[in-house]
């Protein structure tokens, strides 16, 4: 069975890859349409190595043409066009902050809690988490069934990806102005992103924790098992592609730091790189243009009882957004849709 498709935020980085990833898995799809703004109509986007397609306007389009929606504009454009897409026929896996917390809609990454995705029919609705929550659950998710998490406290390195393509700009003019002895400028990010880092991410709230981290905390709760607690500190960094994370995990029993390593080898969606040597470890700069969650740095915390600290690095428009959200697509064409036809 061949499905219609609509991407919305087409043009954007996390649209654009959810196009390439769509034919390199080679989704089921018998047409495409891409989606944006009314500004963007009358460009092109790449479907694939040798189609083109040209750009609709979000505003008037008709999602009684569509099947599966995959989104990623802003949470208020969501807010706006997801009920109308929804009234009309179509299902819609949205990656904005939108729905996540909506107790109807399912919070769903594949590798960790597919089994959530039946619960789409409430509202013809599931949300893709945050990137940085994504990256984190999976790698968490083995060890949770091992040895059951108590508490996580994380430190992210986030790349300027995550907050779009002005954001890579501003990194890539910034660190040109500062070689050539010129002005810098900053336009999108609060602080000098380039030889900098920046420990604010979204807006901050009441308590003095960020949007960002609240995410990680509340998503990783609904995603994973709600009784665990985490501390998250999430922070900008002159990358271009890639977010890592420091994460240390205190479990209820005992784990050995090679009981982990053996339980996330056999992990669906991880790659275990470990070595306690130089190069022994993924950095962002490796795993852009991947699809795995790489782990390494595994070893005991000493500090606490039963600990462990991961470093975990992703590809933050892939497996943080596009790649997780199609195959959010592809589990609910194959074990959910096919059953509803």
């Known amino acids: 069975m061949a499905y219609r498709v609509a991407v919305v935020g087409a043009t954007g980085n996390v649209g654009r890859e959810i196009l390439q990833i769509l034919d390199e898995r080679r989704f ?16 092109q986007v790449s479907f694939g190595e040798d189609d ?6 979000l505003s008037t389009f008709d999602f ?3 099947d599966i929606v995959l989104s990623s504009p802003g949470a208020k454009v969501s807010a706006d066009y997801v009920p109308r897409a929804t009234r009309q026929g179509a299902v819609v896996i949205d990656n904005t902050s939108q729905f996540r917390m909506d107790p109807d809609v399912p919070l769903v990454v594949p590798e960790v809690n597919s089994d959530a995705i039946a619960g789409y029919t409430r509202r013809n609705i599931i949300a893709n988490p945050n990137c940085s929550t994504i990256q984190m659950v999976v790698a968490l998710k083995p060890l949770h069934d091992l040895a059951r998490i108590r508490r996580v406290v994380v430190a992210t390195y986030q790349s300027t990806a995550g907050a779009g393509k002005d954001a890579m700009d501003e990194l890539f003019n910034q660190t040109r102005a ?20 920046i420990p604010h991410i979204d807006k901050f709230m009441e308590d003095g924790s960020t949007k960002e981290e609240w995410k990680m905390v509340v998503e990783t709760k609904k995603i994973l098992d709600p009784t ?14 890639g977010h890592a994370e420091a994460v240390t995990v205190e479990f209820e029993n005992p784990i050995s730091a090679e009981e982990a390593r053996t339980a996330l080898r056999r992990a669906s ?29 595994i070893r005991e915390d000493v500090s606490v009882e039963n600990g462990l600290s991961l470093w975990v690095v992703a590809d933050n428009l892939r497996k943080g957004a ?5 195959q959010i697509a592809e589990h609910l064409a194959g074990h959910y849709m096919q059953e509803a036809a």
Do not use: W
């Not at 130089?278 to 991947?290: H, I, K, L, Q």
């Open 28 to 43: 089921p799809v018998s047409d495409v349409a891409a989606l944006a703004s009314q500004r963007s109509v009358g460009r």
């Open 52 to 57: 083109v397609l040209d750009v609709r306007d």
């Open 64 to 66: 009684s043409t569509t």
């Open 178 to 197: 500062i070689y050539v002895n010129d002005q810098v400028e900053r336009r999108v990010l609060t602080k000098q992103i380039a030889f900098n880092v």
């Open 228 to 241: 665990i607690k985490v501390a998250a500190t999430c922070v900008r960094v002159p990358v271009f592609i």
């Open 269 to 297: 969606g991880v790659t275990v790189i470990d070595h306690q040597a130089d190069e022994g470890y993924v950095t962002p700069v490796e795993a852009a243009g991947d699809d795995p969650v790489f782990v390494s740095r």
């Open 322 to 326: 596009a790649l997780n959200s199609v």
